[in-house]
């Protein structure tokens, strides 16, 4: 394709994508299609002479578009929002455009620096501790990672060699194969399935303790099991607190889970994937009490802060203690430059060799939203859950499960869990909206997530219709169900009455009794015994 070319082609696609965010209420949030259905449309194999863009765009169309469950859609409810803005997605076009890997300085300057200033921006926008900047000169500083559960495998394993080396050096009789297989890490078990996959990917069990009534892990919680462990000769390693958990949005108490992990030297590691943007605004700044004394920090800028997927933001207390732990070298790679300055190599603080341009649609992003613009996108998540709070505070059918957590509000039909269950199935079936659904303590219960690009006051009113109307259908076909039950249960009732009377009725020269047991007869379907 030549240039000219790539300029209708990427022009008719922008369009596409501006018709397609603009009109995309008309859609159902869930797609109409069945498993197959896109294999069985394509061809089998790829096409052996070029077509044309236009027909390939129309094929998006046609065939592409009706498969997609729409996360942009301001009526997607479920899990938590994937980030989506325009100018992100210039970024990424621009990103893509330049298509560099920026593994060193050298491999691309820009890719590197533009890194170290977003995350900058970033770290002082949440005012986070100063030690997370690289402008402090110190060990500390942040990096994009691809997402949140390669932030935590990161930060797991660091830990587990960082424990390695310290015990190897306290206690030198003991070999390296006998430490590691002493190794064991915590979590609550209301943390995200990705703490648990890290921990089995790096081979460092986790234990996932278990939250108290409100869904928080304490420090409490945290010592004795420790205390356990440390009593069977284990070397307790990373601790990974959650500030804003995927099931109800609850938060960890870093302060006494830092008072712990400081005493024995547990490494502490935050995942705040979606809360995070929470520590953009000053009426919460409460929660960044403790985060002064964490190792490391993961934000997934790609849920709530208008980024497109995949942007994890991750701060490291020490960065040393990553790139001592992951630093394998070529000759190929080094450089003059190598050393030379404190801007970090990238390439140790993450897990592939290449790296995609990704502070280039944060660049963009924040500049053409400012922190303002920011500040004031987190706040109307908030303010649209809000909303939907008071909706379900104002019907007595329903009752909320947790506190609402910034843009996640959890709630359930008073009552046995199966009405909360078939409720959110016919919802789902309906495809009008999108929640998903979890459970704590014995409770099943619908989370419902304020997403999309652009969600407004309507939206939230939209689902709330949606859901009282399946309500009130659900409950009207099981009262409907009741009384069909409840007649049947009292005409057999009486078909015993009627029986029961005939064998008692000796005396049935009175006309009316005769009259009225035949009746009682026909009605109930009894035959008739001649006496
Ligand atoms: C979404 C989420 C994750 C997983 O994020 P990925 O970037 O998809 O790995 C982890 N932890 C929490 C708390 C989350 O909300």
């Known amino acids: 394709m030549d240039a000219e070319t790539f300029r209708e082609f990427g022009k008719a696609a922008v369009d596409f994508i501006a018709d397609y965010m603009e009109n995309i209420r008309d859609c159902d949030v869930l797609p109409s299609v069945s498993p197959g259905y896109l294999i069985d449309l394509l061809p089998n194999e790829l096409p052996e002479k070029p077509q044309q863009w236009k027909d390939v765009l129309e094929d998006v169309n046609k065939f592409i578009k009706p498969g997609l ?8 409810h479920a899990f938590y929002p994937t980030g989506c803005s325009y ?19 050298l491999a691309s300057p820009a890719c590197t620096e533009l890194e170290v200033v977003v995350m900058d921006w970033l770290a002082k926008f949440f005012k986070l501790p100063a030690h997370f900047l690289h402008s402090t000169k110190g060990p500390g500083g942040g990096v994009i990672q691809g997402s949140a559960s390669e932030a935590v495998l990161v930060a797991v394993m660091a830990a587990r060699e960082q424990a390695v080396r310290r015990i190897k050096a306290e206690q030198p009789k003991l070999s390296e194969g006998e ?32 939250a108290d009534k409100n869904q928080v ?19 307790p390693t990373i601790c990974i607190a959650t500030m804003g958990a995927t099931a109800t949005c609850a938060h960890d108490d870093i302060e006494t889970l830092a008072d712990v992990c400081e005493k024995h030297q547990i490494w502490l590691h935050v995942d705040a994937a979606y809360a995070g943007a929470l520590l953009a605004l000053d009426e919460y700044a409460h929660l960044r009490r403790g985060l002064d004394r964490v190792d490391s920090l993961n934000y997934n800028l790609h849920k709530s802060l208008l980024i497109n997927f995949d942007c994890t933001a991750m701060w490291l207390r020490d960065a040393n203690e990553i790139v001592q732990s992951f630093n394998v070298d070529r000759i190929y790679l080094q450089n003059k430059y190598e050393g030379q300055s404190d801007i970090p190599e990238f390439r140790h603080w993450q897990i592939p060799l290449g790296r995609r341009f990704r502070a280039l649609k944060v660049w963009v992003t924040f500049r053409i939203y400012g922190a303002e613009g920011l500040r004031s996108h987190v706040r109307n998540q908030i303010r649209l859950a809000e909303r939907f709070e008071q909706h379900v505070l104002g019907d007595h059918r329903f009752e909320l499960v947790a506190k609402r957590g910034m843009g996640l509000v959890c709630f359930r039909v008073r009552g046995e869990n199966k009405l909360t269950v078939d409720l959110l199935q016919r919802i789902t079936e309906r495809k009008k909206i999108f929640m998903v659904q979890a459970n704590f303590g014995g409770k099943s219960f619908i989370r419902f997530a304020v997403c999309g690009m652009q969600p407004k006051e309507a939206d939230v009113d939209f689902a709330w219709q949606e859901i009282t109307t399946q309500l009130n259908k659900l409950k009207s076909e099981l009262a409907t169900d009741e009384e069909d039950e409840l007649s049947t249960r009292n005409k057999a009732k009486l078909r015993k009455v009627v029986i029961c009377a005939d064998k008692h009725i000796k005396d049935d020269s009175d006309a009316i009794s005769q009259q009225l047991i ?8 009894v035959e008739q015994k001649a006496k």
Request: proline share 5%.
């Open 179 to 210: 430490i590691r297989a002493r190794l064991i890490a915590y979590s609550s078990d209301q943390s995200n399935s990705c703490i648990e996959k890290a921990g089995v990917l790096a081979t460092l069990p986790i234990r996932l303790l278990p």
């Open 69 to 76: 469950t729409h996360w942009q859609s301001p009526n997607f």
């Open 87 to 105: 100018p992100s997605i210039v970024g990424e076009m621009l990103s893509t455009g330049f298509s560099v890997i920026g593994f060193n300085w």
């Open 518 to 525: 035949s009746g009682l007869h026909k009605s109930f379907g």
């Open 217 to 235: 892990l304490s420090g409490a919680q945290l010592a004795k099991a420790v205390k356990e462990d440390l009593a069977k000769g284990l070397i």
